[in-house]
């Protein structure tokens, strides 16, 4: 599967963002799908992550109550919804899809799959 994404920008402190990751090629159905991403001078890290049937997410704890992972199958898109946003968000973010749904969300190397990645720069 092929994975495309989208939506990133410059937004001020305190504003929202809508990541889009878009796939084709497979059926995405089949596959579950993470956010990570990787601040200037920073280890690429779990964001948040989202189960192939939609039934169930995860997030980093830095991000809970502020994003949103959401997925609608039958677009083969998946949206990571930003709000609250600070600078320590700054970063670019990367979608992943992984085959193998039992494995973990968190984890980076159960994604087989990943996106270009999206610049999201926030301003204080």
């Known amino acids: 599967v092929q994975l495309q994404a989208s939506g990133g920008g410059l937004v001020q402190a305190g504003g929202s963002l809508r990541l889009s990751c878009t796939a084709s090629?497979?059926?995405?159905?089949?596959?579950?799908v993470g956010w990570f991403r990787q601040g200037p001078g920073k280890e690429r890290e779990f964001v948040a992550g989202?189960?192939?049937?939609?039934?169930?997410?995860l997030y980093a704890d830095s991000v809970k109550g502020r994003f949103t992972i959401s997925r609608d199958n039958a677009k083969n898109t998946v949206y990571l919804q930003m709000d609250s946003l600070t600078s320590e968000d700054t970063a670019v973010y990367y979608c992943?899809?992984?085959?193998?749904?039992?494995?973990?969300?968190?984890?980076?190397?159960?994604?087989?799959?990943w996106g270009q990645g999206t610049q999201v720069t926030v301003s204080s």
């Open positions: 989202i189960r192939w049937s939609g039934g169930a997410s």
């Open positions: 090629g497979r059926t995405f159905s089949d596959y579950n």
């Open positions: 992943a899809a992984a085959t193998r749904v039992y494995l973990a969300l968190a984890t980076r190397t159960n994604y087989n799959n």
